[in-house]
């Protein structure tokens, strides 16, 4: 009747996520000369080398060289045809290993559900199972694996469809494979990412969408992954029509897309926190260093005399017009400040601004800093005091922002602030543009509060073409740069790439943004409590008379763990799915459970009871209690008038355990039938028998009493849907007060 599969729920498998951080390049005055020269700023060439318009004959040869629009079509299907000639070869490998991945990873472990079954029935499964993860990313291998796939959204085989039947082995095999997804890359990623991406997905490079165009590819995805130049709206969600299942962010600021509506729509937001954090503290270091000694400025000013000049004089032309070369030779005015000694305040003391705080030291600077969540000791322990908002703005020559851009910090500098500054103070800004109020900024610029600015991100990128901050003669720019290297942005990709993957196959991405992150080994642990906890959920609310009406729900946890040992959001999350999903078209999963049953005015409180049981499991039992509602099986309720169900994992199965005050014993591995009957002899046998005679298999049976011959529920675990006519007889043996039908 019953096998118990102890291997079912093994260990998890994670290979160590890339973090390595990497040194960066730098060519810094290259990159501010090339910008400014977009901006009528100080050290541009007053006088433009003229330039010479080409004759109506030169017009005319130019256009008759343009092709025809037919000819560019023609052009463009030619290398299309090109492009696909060169890929022939690839083209057959993944028509003999369709996933793209190694062929044994197209057989599913033996003891995966879907091992065995044939194609339709891997369709079937992989609704709620993970895809066959790939070895060349960091997965968790089995059971946790798979019950977080019901936690996440992972891919849906509707999602994808299939156009043709197969005509040989090797395209049986291929639709055998799960499908794959496509994950649009909207924004330039690191090969290298691109490559672990393009083994497990369709990968759609797409780096000049308009926000429409955008929106109007999104339902085909799965994924999304952007930089910080994509902005992710609620509307981008919306037009996904329920397909997008992660946003992947290749850096740190998650400040273009929309959380609150990801959440709404249960996606995962993931990002990749780590990979450029010296990238940017390195470029922190260059702003301040090349501002401090006018590196910038200099260098155009130069640059511009000799651009003049080149105006002027083409040698190659056979004239030569010298010009004054060393008016530019600005030794005077380029007279800089020194850092050593200077007191630098970084404002946010995170994972950027520390590094920035220990070059600094390295410089000789004095730092001090303020972070309003940042241990004492973590800044204590690089030489850093960490001080208040108004101390660190107040006596600092130098502030260097690394703070994230929320409702809290938008425009936290401004007049006000920067009234409280030290006169003649220099800021540095690799953050967020919004953090400062950019026109407050050029007022104490103009003023001369700050002397100096060095900025790489702002407000509006690219600023507008008329904006006086960049303009400015003070201010120092660059164009989001911070994170630019080769070796960051290789990292970022390689981390983003890894986290999508992740999260598509169903595991919880250390690095989400809007879902709870529960630790590999916690998970593996609580696997088959998470399968418990939604099949108490699922039962719970067909017990509810009208399945509706419930305000909330109260959850028991009995562990012999302190409450600090046992982390049950993944579980609260389980129940909740359980609860709502069969009476909405809601999806719920980890991202949006909280939220979602909050907008339901669904309330579910937590408990937590103490036993003195065995701490190496991390539950004895959860129980799930609804109040306030009549339920469709009197049994089910307690003497409080409570329903009330409670759970248990028993060899790594989940098993019902009580039903009201009755005390029963039924695996919940297929649906359940509640009767309540006088306790009497025969009462198994005969419903056993009226079950059998149509063919339902019986997978479990157990009888809870009140008392010998009084009354009992007997749970009677059965694996088909019984019809109505089977269900009728059963209601109909004498002894029988009442029964029920749960699906699970
Ligand atoms: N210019 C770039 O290309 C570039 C590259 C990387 C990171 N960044 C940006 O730099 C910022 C920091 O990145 P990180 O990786 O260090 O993030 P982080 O989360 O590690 O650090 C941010 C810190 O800011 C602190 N903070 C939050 N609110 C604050 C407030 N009101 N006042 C002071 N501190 C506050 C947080 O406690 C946290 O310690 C982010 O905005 C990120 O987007 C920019
Ligand atoms: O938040 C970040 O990671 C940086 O601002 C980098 O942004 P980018 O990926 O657009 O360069």
């Known amino acids: 009747m019953r096998c118990f599969n102890t291997n079912q ?9 890339r973090t390595d951080i990497y040194k960066r390049a730098w060519n810094f005055v290259g990159v501010v000369r090339c910008w400014r020269k977009g901006y009528r700023g100080m050290g541009m060439p007053k ?4 330039v010479r318009k080409p004759t109506s004959r030169q017009r005319q040869r130019t256009s008759a060289n343009r092709p025809t629009s037919r000819q560019r079509q023609r052009t463009s299907a030619k290398r299309l045809k090109l492009r696909t000639t060169k890929r022939v070869p690839q083209c057959q490998r993944i028509r003999i290993n369709p996933a793209g991945v190694n062929s044994t990873d197209l057989h599913p472990h033996p003891s995966h559900p879907r091992a065995g079954k044939s194609p339709s029935a891997s369709r079937h499964y992989s609704s709620i199972l993970p895809l066959t993860p790939n070895r060349s990313t960091p997965h968790l291998t089995t059971s946790a694996s798979r019950s977080v796939s019901s936690v996440l959204k992972t891919l849906d085989p509707s999602d994808v469809s299939i156009s043709r039947r197969p005509a040989s082995e090797a395209e049986a095999e291929a639709a055998c494979a799960p499908p794959k997804a496509t994950i649009l890359v909207s924004e330039k990623l690191g090969e290298v990412g691109l490559d672990v991406l393009r083994k497990f997905a369709h990968v759609d490079c797409s780096y000049s969408l308009s926000h429409e165009d955008l929106c109007a590819k999104i339902s085909t995805c799965d994924a999304l992954i952007v930089r910080s130049g994509t902005k992710v709206t609620r509307e981008v969600f919306e037009a996904a029509k329920g397909r997008l299942k992660v946003v992947g962010r290749a850096g740190v600021g998650i400040d273009n897309v929309d959380l609150q509506a990801a959440t709404e729509f249960g996606c995962l937001v993931v990002n990749a926190p780590t990979a450029n954090t010296i990238a940017a503290a390195e470029h922190g270091i260059a702003l301040m260093s090349a501002m401090a000694r006018n590196v910038a400025q200099a260098d155009a000013s130069i640059k511009s005399e000799y651009w003049q000049i080149s105006g002027y004089g083409m040698k190659h032309m056979g004239y030569y017009q010298p010009g004054p070369t060393t008016s530019k030779w600005q030794r005077n005015k380029y007279v800089g400040v020194s850092l050593v000694g200077k007191t630098l305040a970084v404002m946010g003391f995170g994972k950027v601004g520390s590094e920035v705080a220990r070059r600094a030291k390295g410089l000789g600077m004095h730092v001090i800093a303020h972070d ?9 322990a690089i030489g850093v005091d960490l001080v208040s908002f108004d101390k660190a703005i107040g006596t ?7 703070m994230p851009l929320t409702p809290t910090t938008s425009k936290i500098f401004n007049d006000d602030t920067f009234a409280k500054m030290k006169k003649g103070v220099r800021i540095i800004n690799v953050a967020r543009g919004g953090v400062i109020d950019e026109d407050a900024l050029v007022r104490a610029l103009d003023s001369g509060v700050v002397a100096q600015a060095a900025l790489d991100v702002f407000t509006e990128e690219p600023p507008p073409k008329d904006s006086k901050l960049i303009q400015h003669e003070n201010v120092t720019v660059t164009p989001h740069l911070g994170a630019s290297t080769k070796e960051a942005q290789e990292g970022v990709a390689v981390e983003i790439a890894e986290a999508v993957v992740g999260a598509l196959n169903g595991e919880l991405a250390a690095t989400a943004v809007n879902a709870p992150m529960v630790p590999a080994e916690v998970l593996s642990e609580l696997a088959p409590y998470v399968t418990l906890a939604e099949k108490l959920g699922k039962l719970a609310i067909q017990l509810v008379a009208g399945g509706s009406g419930i305000k909330s729900v109260k959850v028991v946890y009995k562990s012999a763990r302190g409450p600090d040992d046992l982390d049950t959001r993944l579980l609260r999350a389980m129940i ?7 009476i909405s078209d809601t999806f719920i999963n980890l991202v949006n459970a909280d939220f979602t049953a909050k907008q339901k005015g669904l309330r579910i409180s937590e408990e937590r009871v103490t036993v003195d049981t065995t701490p190496d499991s991390p539950i004895d039992s959860i129980e799930v209690h609804i109040a306030n509602v009549e339920s469709k099986f009197a049994g089910a309720s307690s003497e409080s008038g409570e329903i009330v169900l409670e759970g248990k994992v028993k060899y790594g199965i989940p098993h019902l355990t009580r039903v009201g005050s009755f005390g029963v014993d039924a695996s919940l591995e297929g649906n359940v039938i509640l009767c309540r009957q006088i306790d009497q002899p025969g009462m198994i046998g005969n419903v056993g028998s009226i079950l059998g005679e149509k063919n339902v298999n019986v997978n479990f049976m157990s009888v809870g009493r009140t008392g010998m011959r009084q009354h009992a529920i007997m749970a009677i675990g059965v694996d088909e849907e019984p019809d109505k006519d089977t269900l009728k007889k059963i209601g109909e043996v004498p002894a029988v007060e009442e029964f029920v039908f749960l699906s699970l």
């Open 9 to 17: 729920y093994s260990s998890i498998t994670l290979h160590e996520s």
């Open 396 to 402: 600092a020559d130098f502030i260097s922002l690394h």
């Open 576 to 582: 909740t799915k359980g609860i709502i999903e069969p």
């Open 372 to 380: 309003p969540y940042a241990p004492a000791d973590r800044a204590h």
């Open 47 to 50: 006088n433009p080398p003229p």
